[in-house]
């Protein structure tokens, strides 16, 4: 009974991680709050999305995963959660930099569906926690199209991988992300997000995507010993609009270059450049009548 209820505690807890995470994606990309907006101090609601990536870093197929979850905002005084990370530390929040506590997610990937990973065990979800140095590095007002910021987010996140019955750590990864948010981009309520983000990685984060040990090695798959180093740049390109007054969908569509990468010689690596394209939408159901300050 204590195994039984240990485990669903686990996948309770990981439920949770993955609607935390593709929460804080999707508000991410949904909408751009900047630094005059005026928000509730809470809203709650539900969002749907759709994601169509590859199955792994440089994999030659790609899937689709559709995220139907509730998600929860709270913009207090000293505590902020939601909206692009699990929760933010406002007693450092200054005008031109903020920390947060970030969190990242990706779907896994069945290795019997992917002819170059075929027999191999398959890749689990993964999720990624770790701090993130957001620095603002400019503010624009146009004319015609709005207000603009431009940011420098440094985060470095843990790594962890799970078939929801364990938890593996599978290393660290490294993340600038250069940032361009544009609100009144065509309309007043239109958005627009352009982000460039490198990522390095340590040797066991590489490893779970490229290495071969010789236990799985065929014809067409030799064995290789994968390093850690440089593993690609993601261009992230995001637009969302009001459909009404509570629902707000987004279109967005990134390619990532892994042209340089570290492991450019192992057999799993296939694609030199690989897209993705997700959309989706948030629906507020509640929301605070108390204003304040969207960052």
Known sequence: MVAINSRFYLKFFLVTVLIIAASASVRAQEDIALEDDLRPVWEAGI???AFNSPEYPAADQSQTNVIPAPYFIYRGETIRIGEGSIARAVAIDKSWYEL???LAASFGANSDDNMARAGMPDLDFIFELGPQLKMR???MEFAEHGRAELFLNLQ???VFSTDFSGIDHRGYA????LRYMQRGWLSEKTALSISLSPTWATEKLHDYFYQVDQAFVTEQRQTYDAKGGY???RLLVSVSFNATEN???FIGGSTSMHAGAANEDSPLFLEKNTYSIGLGLVWRLWESEQRVSGR
């Open 47 to 49: 969002f749907a999305a």
């Open 231 to 233: 593993l690609g740049t």
């Open 247 to 249: 629902i707000r969908m």
């Open 156 to 158: 470095t996140r843990a």
């Open 100 to 102: 947060d506590l970030s």
């Open 137 to 139: 590095l400019s503010k």
């Open 174 to 177: 490294f993340q600038p992300d």
